[in-house]
């Protein structure tokens, strides 16, 4: 079973309408993200929650909401869907996995799921 | 901010070793190098990460510069199944945000 799972896969919706994204995450994580990608580009931070009472903006937070339900969701609405937020959206878990010693550091990797694809006509 | 270059592509022949260059010059002192992969469409995948030693795992090594400004990530035996995009990504500094550069697009020619 995946760590990270994310529904719907695959949505088109069209201009104006309200969508939700939902991720789910069975590894225990406290830290949760969600992306967008688009065509031929790298992935870009949307949302950011490093627990259920902490949410933070990441670079294109603009047209975008989130709600981190419990430790293990964390949902993206589009709260009125336009054709420029067509693009990929990935959701990603880590751990600040902390190292040991006297300058003990955050390696905190990230595990991403599978992606939904999102269309807006 | 910090960031990342990589060539937009190479190939490499199956059965042999995949050396994907990182230039991160701008890279703090005290933060990690990761590399991930996304086939098709799909998630990125973690394969490796590293700070001033070299790594190495059941997927890559990875070889860091002793300035850590550059970085190498080596596939030993190609796989047509390793032909994705690699990404070499570093934090902004103080945050734990990823900035993804575009990645190189590695094709495995059979």
């Known amino acids: 079973d995946a760590d990270v799972t994310q529904t719907p896969r695959n949505r088109i919706t069209k201009t104006g309408k309200r969508i939700m994204l939902e991720c789910s995450q069975t590894?225990?994580?406290?830290?949760m993200y969600w992306y967008r990608q688009d065509p031929g580009l790298g992935l870009r931070l949307i949302y950011y929650?490093?627990?259920?009472?902490?949410?933070n903006k990441g670079e294109i937070s603009d047209g975008y909401s989130v709600s981190r339900q419990a430790q293990a969701k964390f949902s993206l609405s589009l709260e009125s869907a336009i054709p420029n937020q067509t693009a990929l959206y990935f959701c990603?878990?880590?751990?600040?996995?902390?190292?040991?010693?006297?300058?003990?550091?955050?390696?905190?990797?990230?595990?991403f799921g599978p992606g939904t694809r999102l269309t807006v006509l | 901010d910090a960031k990342t270059t990589q060539p937009p592509s190479m190939d490499c022949a199956e059965g042999r070793a995949a050396n994907l260059p990182c230039n991160h010059s701008?890279?703090?002192?005290?933060?990690?190098v990761y590399w991930y992969r996304q086939i098709h469409s799909q998630g990125p995948q973690y394969i490796i990460h590293g700070l001033k030693n070299n790594e190495t795992n059941e997927m890559a090594s990875l070889i860091i510069t002793e300035d850590r400004k550059s970085s190498t990530l080596i596939l030993p035996h190609a796989t047509l199944r390793d032909t994705a995009v690699y990404y070499c990504?570093?934090?902004?500094?103080?945050?734990?945000?990823?900035?993804f550069g575009t990645g190189t697009r590695l094709k495995v020619l059979a």
């Open positions: 590894k225990g994580h406290d830290r």
């Open positions: 990504i570093v934090r902004v500094p103080g945050t734990y945000k990823y900035i």
């Open positions: 929650s490093f627990d259920v009472k902490d949410i």
């Open positions: 990603a878990t880590s751990d600040p996995g902390w190292t040991s010693g006297r300058e003990s550091q955050s390696t905190d990797t990230q595990y």
């Open positions: 701008t890279i703090s002192g005290n933060e990690y």
